[in-house]
């Protein structure tokens, strides 16, 4: 039982280039949200999904796009890289039911220069 | 002003002592609170939830929510070198989903044998 998994874990991107973030989940869960973690700061989340074809923005989703054409699979957009967008990004599914645990990922680690 | 607040730490204790983190918050239509334990370079990973107020025990932690005040708390007992980590809370609307969830900053707690 794989749980959540993110690729890649480390990337290096330039301002401006385009990237995207896979997110990939084996429990069949309805809910998947992608956060950022920044120092002092929390997390945060970006965008969030309550099942295929449906996703809502979160707190800080400026910059970024996502889509869910599958339940297992959320990946997240960075359209135009800037260096604002260093962070550490964590995706997390959960049941619908209220009390169910939410697994996170392991993070991926980016670094806009 | 941020809707959870969080003391970053760190917080030094010596094997053996008593850990208390709290939070607090500001918006009254949270009813759902959560502790995560996330250990460095790693997802965040749920320890204890509780709804409403009141206070609930699993092995050697113990979650308090006390709505009155907007304070939440988590203790650590017997505290070992392998609770060396950040800790966070997390809480949600009754009307989000649970994958919608606000965090705080996180403690960073520093256990010395």
């Known amino acids: 039982n794989a749980g959540v998994t993110q690729t890649p874990k480390f990337q290096v991107l330039k301002t401006g280039q385009s990237m995207t973030l896979q997110c990939a989940q084996d429990m069949n869960h309805e809910y998947m949200s992608w956060y950022r973690q920044d120092p002092g700061m929390g997390l945060r989340l970006i965008h969030y999904?309550?099942?295929?074809?449906?996703?809502d923005q979160g707190e800080v989703p400026n910059g970024y796009n996502v889509s869910r054409s599958t339940t297992e699979d959320f990946p997240l957009r960075l359209l135009s890289a800037a260096p604002s967008q260093t962070s550490v990004y964590f995706c997390?599914?959960?049941?619908?039911?209220?009390?169910?645990?939410?697994?996170f990922g392991e993070g991926s680690w980016l670094t806009v220069v | 002003q941020k809707e959870v607040e969080q003391d970053p730490g760190p917080l030094s204790v010596p094997e053996g002592a008593i850990v208390s983190l709290n939070c607090t918050y500001s918006?009254?239509?949270?009813?759902?609170f959560m502790w995560y334990r996330q250990y460095s370079r790693k997802g965040p990973e749920l320890l204890m939830y509780t709804y409403s107020s009141g206070n609930k025990e699993d092995g050697r932690f113990t979650a308090q929510v006390d709505k009155s005040s907007k304070y939440i708390s988590l203790f650590i007992r017997d505290s070992q070198p392998s609770d060396s980590a950040t800790y966070l809370c997390a809480m949600s609307a009754l009307t989000d989903s649970w994958g919608k969830l606000q965090f705080g900053a996180g403690t960073q707690v520093v256990v010395t044998p």
């Open positions: 918006n009254s239509a949270f009813q759902y």
């Open positions: 999904s309550v099942g295929a074809g449906i996703t």
């Open positions: 997390a599914s959960s049941s619908h039911l209220w009390g169910n645990t939410i697994y």
